[in-house]
């Protein structure tokens, strides 16, 4: 009998899980204009208050333990990329001199029918953490509500 091999529905590089600024209603959403929501989503990660924006770190001691970190799932287009790694200080050139970088990762897209793991790219921030405050909740945007309440 032969196995049936069900293709990802998305490439990993067309995917981009974002958990800060970028998403919806909050400050730096317009530089997601050309991009599709796939929804809500999910991914181990340990959340860092930065001041305007989060930090996301995936390894090290800051990181430890690793929570779930709430975001939106968007496909991007090749053209993006550009812009949006200008946009997280990404330095090709330059690991030191990049403030986050671009990552594959696991996430879970909170599909409508089930949740589906995904391979998709995140920024991580690259720089030291030290002094700034955890994101107990993983989920920004109740972080900031939190902060103005």
């Known amino acids: 009998m032969k196995m049936i091999s ?7 590089n067309e995917l981009l899980f974002v958990y800060g600024t970028l998403l919806s209603g ?16 999910t991914m181990q990660g340990a959340l860092f208050d930065l001041g305007d924006y989060p930090a ?11 929570g779930t970190v709430l975001g939106e799932l968007y496909k991007i287009e090749a053209s ?10 990404v330095d090709p050139e330059s690991m030191a001199n ?7 990762a696991d996430v879970t897209w ?10 998709a790219q995140v920024y991580v921030y690259n720089w030291s953490l030290e002094g700034r405050p955890p ?5 920004f945007r109740r ?3 939190l902060k103005k309440a």
């Open 135 to 139: 994101i107990k909740n993983g989920d």
């Open 143 to 145: 972080h900031i509500s």
């Open 6 to 12: 069900r293709k990802p529905p998305f490439a990993e």
């Open 80 to 89: 993006q990329w550009q812009r949006l790694d200008d946009l997280e200080e």
């Open 26 to 41: 909050l400050s730096n959403h317009h530089h997601m204009q050309g991009a599709t929501c796939l929804g809500p989503a």
């Open 110 to 119: 909170l599909a409508t029918e089930s949740p589906q793991a995904v391979r």
């Open 98 to 104: 990049s403030m986050y970088l671009r990552v594959t």
């Open 56 to 66: 996301m770190k995936l390894l090290g001691d800051r990181a430890a333990p690793l």
